[in-house]
C-alpha cells in the first residue's frame, strides 16, 4: 500500500520548517514538489527563489518567479512584487520583460510603471524609462513612496528652462501634503534640471532645501563612524590567509562614493574578459558576521567565507576567473579581502576632494550608509575617516592596490582603464564583448553617458553658492 502524498499545504510547511532548519537543499526538493503540483503556488515560489539566491543561483531565481507571473496570468500587482524581486538578484533585462509581459495583457497599476521606469533607467534605456514614469504620473502614482520625479530628471540632459518637467517639480515641492523625504527626492532632481541649464545659484538653493529635507529623517552619527574607523585600525587577522586559487580572482573597486567607483568597473568590464557583479555587498555582509562573531583568528570561519563569497560572486551564469565587485564600501575591509583572497587586486579611485564633496551633497542616496552625504559637516568627517582607514591598510596589508585618479580616467579613458586592466591580470575582451552589469547605484546617470571632463572642476561653478567648499581645498 502507497503512502498518500500530503496535501500542497503541508508540503509548503514541511518545506518551510525545513528552510529554518538552514536545510535549503531539502527545502528546494520539497518546493520544487509543491510547484510540480501547483505551480502558481506564490509562497512556495518565492521561497524557492529566496533558496536559490543563497545558493548564487540568480538565474534560476528569476525564472522561477517569472514561471509563477505566467502561471497566475501575470496580474499586476504579483508583477510590480516578482519584478522588485528579481531586480535586487540584478538580473534587471528579466525583470524588465517580465513588466512588459504584464502591460501586455493590459494589467497596469501605478506603481508597476513606476518600477518599470526604475528597470530601463538601470539598463540604460533613458527615453524608455521616461515614458514610463510619465505614464506613472499621469496614473497617478504615489509620490510618497515612488520617488519618480527625482528619477525623471536623469532621463534627459535638460536645455530649456520651459521644459514642461520644470513645472512638474514646482507642482510637487509646493504640495504641502508631500512627506520630507519626497520634497528632498524632487528636489535633487530639480537641482540637477538648473545645473543642466548651467544656474548654479538656483541648483545650490534647491539642494540646501532637500538636503536639509532628508537630514530631519535620516540622521547620521559621526562619533559612531570615528569609533567603527578605530576599531577597523585595531583589528588583527590572527591566522594564515585562505590559500589563494588561480580561478577565481577578485578585484574589488572602491573609494569614497562618487569618486568614480562605477565608471572605472564598468569601463574595466567592458575591456577585459572579467565579470562585473556590480555593487555585490557580500563582502560587508561576511564581514560583518566575522568582526562581530569573533572569528578573524578562525581558519575554518575564513574558509567558509570564502566560499560564500565565491557562490555570490560566480553565481550561474556563464563562467569566468575575474570578477568585479565596485562597492566602493568595501574599503572599510581591506584586511578581511586579504584574508579571505590573499591574490585578490584592489582599484582605489581618488577624486579632487571639493568635486568629491560637491558630487556627494549634489546626489539623493537611498541607503542609510550614505547618510553622511547630506551634510558638509559629515561628508567631511566620513572622509576624514576613509583617509585614516587607507592609510591604515597601506601601512598593514600586502595586497597590491592601484590608485586611479578620477581626473586622469576622464582626461584619457582608454589609457587610464588599460592600466587597471594590466594591474589586475585580466585578459582583454573581445572586439564587441561585454561583461558590464547593470548600473544601480546613485551614479547610474552619470555612468551611462559618454565620458566627459566637464565634472573636473565643477566646484569652482559653485564656489560662490557653496562656501562650505572651501573647507575641503587642502584634503587631498
Known amino acids: 500500500m502507497s503512502t498518500p502524498t500530503p496535501g500542497i499545504e503541508a508540503q509548503f510547511a514541511q518545506a518551510q520548517a525545513l528552510w529554518e ?47 509563477l507571473c505566467r502561471a497566475r496570468g501575470f496580474p499586476a500587482e504579483l508583477g510590480r512584487r516578482a519584478a522588485q524581486f528579481i531586480q535586487l538578484g540584478q538580473r534587471q533585462a528579466v525583470a524588465a520583460d517580465l513588466c512588459q509581459a504584464t502591460l501586455d495583457r493590459g494589467h497596469s497599476t501605478p506603481a508597476l510603471l513606476a518600477v518599470a521606469g526604475n528597470l530601463a533607467r538601470e539598463l540604460g534605456d533613458f527615453a524608455r524609462a521616461r515614458g514610463f514614469y510619465l505614464a506613472a504620473l499621469d496614473a497617478g502614482v504615489d509620490l ?32 504641502g501634503a508631500a512627506s520630507p523625504r519626497a520634497h528632498a527626492a524632487t528636489g535633487f532632481g530639480l537641482a540637477k534640471a538648473r545645473d543642466d541649464l ?12 532637500a538636503n536639509a529635507r532628508v537630514r530631519s529623517v535620516l540622521p547620521w552619527s559621526a562619533d559612531a563612524w570615528d569609533a567603527a574607523v578605530e576599531a577597523r585600525c585595531r583589528e588583527r587577522i590572527t591566522c594564515a590567509p585562505v590559500p589563494a586559487r588561480s580561478d577565481f580572482v577578485p578585484v574589488f573597486v572602491v573609494g569614497l ?41 578562525d581558519a575554518a570561519a575564513l574558509e567558509e567565507a570564502a566560499a560564500l563569497y565565491r557562490v555570490h560572486a ?51 542616496f537611498a541607503h542609510a550608509e550614505c547618510a553622511f552625504a547630506f551634510d558638509f559637516e559629515g561628508i567631511a568627517r566620513y572622509a576624514a575617516g576613509h583617509d585614516r582607514l587607507m592609510r591604515h591598510w597601506h601601512r598593514t596589508l600586502s595586497l597590491p592596490i592601484h590608485t586611479l585618479a578620477y581626473e586622469d580616467l576622464v582626461a584619457d579613458p582608454v589609457a587610464a582603464v588599460e592600466r587597471l586592466r594590466v594591474f589586475a591580470g585580466v585578459p582583454a575582451a573581445a572586439t564587441g564583448a561585454t561583461h558590464a552589469a547593470p548600473i544601480v547605484s546613485a551614479s547610474v546617470w552619470q555612468a551611462r553617458q559618454p565620458v566627459y571632463a566637464r565634472s573636473v572642476g565643477r566646484w569652482r561653478r559653485y564656489a560662490p553658492f557653496v562656501p562650505e567648499l572651501d573647507r575641503f581645498a587642502r584634503a587631498d
Open 21 to 67: 532548519l538552514s536545510d535549503v537543499a531539502r527545502a528546494e526538493d520539497v518546493l520544487r514538489a509543491v510547484l510540480a503540483r501547483d505551480p502558481g503556488h506564490e509562497d512556495a515560489s518565492f521561497l524557492l527563489a529566496r533558496a536559490l539566491q543563497t545558493g548564487g543561483r540568480l538565474d534560476a531565481a528569476a525564472r522561477t518567479i517569472f514561471d
Open 144 to 175: 510618497d513612496v515612488h520617488y519618480v520625479l527625482g528619477a525623471l530628471a536623469h532621463t534627459l540632459r535638460y536645455e530649456d528652462a520651459a521644459h514642461p518637467d520644470f513645472a512638474r517639480f514646482e507642482v510637487h515641492l509646493r504640495d
Open 198 to 209: 548651467g544656474d548654479h545659484e538656483s541648483a545650490a538653493r534647491v539642494l540646501r532645501e
Open 257 to 297: 562614493p562618487r569618486t568614480g567607483t562605477t565608471l572605472a568597473a564598468s569601463r574595466l568590464a567592458q575591456a577585459s574578459v572579467a565579470r562585473d557583479r556590480g555593487e555585490l555587498r557580500m563582502l560587508r555582509f561576511i564581514a560583518g558576521q566575522l568582526i562581530g562573531g569573533g572569528h578573524l583568528g
Open 314 to 364: 560566480r553565481q550561474d551564469d556563464a563562467p569566468a576567473t575575474w570578477y568585479i565587485d565596485q562597492d566602493p564600501l568595501n574599503y572599510q575591509y581591506l584586511h578581511v579581502v586579504e584574508a579571505l583572497f590573499p591574490n585578490a587586486r584592489i582599484i582605489h579611485c581618488v577624486r579632487e576632494r571639493r568635486d568629491t564633496a560637491l558630487s556627494l551633497w549634489s546626489q539623493d
